[in-house]
């Protein structure tokens, strides 16, 4: 689990750096979190199932696949359109114009994009994105998509979750990375750790 | 104003009512909430069903039968009858079964909503079950609750009007 844990932080650490980038701002991230948690633990790390949330999603494909999320609140989603894309924002709720969702994409993207590139330079696998889909809906329907490899396994799923914050007005951001129940065995070897 | 109660079932769970009251599970997107109702007895069950087939499961024994079509829809009828209902009063109605996500539907290990549905649908059918609605497809999620007194279903979703099957 703490080798996890720090493949988590390295690859959050770059994506922590290629927002802070985007931004122009320092960007804080806290120290993932790897749990194997039960699946409704996971939709209320974001506030429930029923929570109206935004998500990009894509799919790791390549020596270790798995699903990856960078899920936002629209609240959020809104702060950060305004500082990076300097798009003017309309105070209707989770509501999102054509180019809103263009940028959102854009932005999940390359804090996706970081963050794997760094994990494949870490542990040597290869590792490709699949081109991101963005969803903005209930955080348990879009997460329960990421989590059906498991649901043949059991009803808990391997999580590694990174928070990110910026600045006082706390734009809230996570990453989730739910490697498939066969990746694990290779991520370990590939960190030199022995699997029992 | 006397409050019923609800019943809230979980991903990958069921859940059986007598009488007046609601069963609701939240955020279905390629699960599929399945519902049965039997009006005489006034038996209403409802089971968030994650996967078409229990022959992909590699559980081991402790197999959860709430979250595949082939084991949840048995097990739902048979906690029903256990219940005062009767198979053959009953009627089946469903939502879900969502692709969340476009590219997804290029690949047919990804199809799992749509497959879902045909698979609750063909079980249904050997029962001999009637199928009376159902809302399905599409990109979006969806909040179910059925109401005991009437067995009517209420599907919400979060940029869809509020539909009543």
Sequence with gaps: MDVLK??????????????????????????????????????????????????????????????????????????????????????????????????????????????????????????????????????????????MEYGAMGDRALLIDTKFLEGQDAVEGHFFLIPDPESFGKMFAALGVPVE | M??????????????????????????????????????????????????????????GSNLNKAKYADTAIPELIDRMQKSGAMTSRMVGKMAGGAQMFAFAATSESMRIGPRNVESCKAILAEYGIPLKGEDTGGNYGRTIELLGDTGILIIRSVNQHIKEL
């Design chain 1, 6 to 147: 720090e493949v988590g932080n390295i690859g959050a650490g770059n994506a922590a750096t290629a927002l802070s980038k985007l931004l122009d701002k320092p960007v804080d991230m806290q120290v993932p979190k790897v749990n194997l948690l039960p699946f409704e633990a996971i939709t209320n790390i974001v506030g429930g199932s029923e929570q109206v949330v935004i998500a990009i999603f894509l799919r790791v494909v390549g020596d270790a696949p798995g699903n990856m999320f960078f899920v936002i609140q629209p609240a959020s989603a809104k702060k950060l359109l305004e500082r990076i894309a300097g798009l003017e924002i309309e105070e209707e709720e989770d509501r999102f114009s054509e180019m809103e969702y263009s940028a959102l994409h854009e932005i999940g993207n390359i804090l996706a994009g970081s963050y794997l590139s760094s994990l494949a330079d870490f542990t040597k696998l290869s590792l490709q994105p699949t081109v991101p889909s963005l969803a903005v809906d209930m955080a348990g329907a879009i997460l329960s998509f990421g989590l």
């Design chain 2, 2 to 59: 006397t409050s019923l109660s609800t019943v809230k079932v979980g991903m990958a769970d069921l859940g059986v009512l007598v009488g007046a009251g609601s069963l609701k599970t939240t955020g279905l997107g390629s699960c599929v909430g399945l519902t049965l109702h039997d009006p005489v007895a006034r038996v209403s069950g409802m089971a968030h069903i994650m996967l078409p087939t229990s022959s992909i499961a590699r559980e």
